[in-house]
Structures are given as structure tokens and as C-alpha cells.
């Protein structure tokens, strides 16, 4: 059980980190936009 708790907060990290990522990375991406 300990095994198959680890995988999920391991699903759950890897979600919440790529939606960061996703969420951070098309601001810095157009640096002749306004930044």
C-alpha cells in the first residue's frame, strides 16, 4: 500500500508541476512582446 501511495503523490506532484511549467513557460517565450 505504501508503494501505490507513493505513485500517486508522485502522479499528483508531476501534475501539479507540469501545469506550472505550462502555465509559466508561454509568458517568457515572446521576449519582443511587451516583456
Do not use: Q, R
Not at 1 to 22: K, P
Not at 28 to 34: D, H, I, R, T, V
Amino acid at each position: 500500500t505504501d508503494y501505490h501511495m507513493n505513485m500517486m503523490h508522485i502522479y499528483v506532484f508531476a501534475a501539479y508541476f507540469g501545469l506550472s511549467v505550462a502555465w509559466c513557460l508561454p509568458k517568457p517565450l515572446p521576449e519582443g512582446n511587451g516583456g
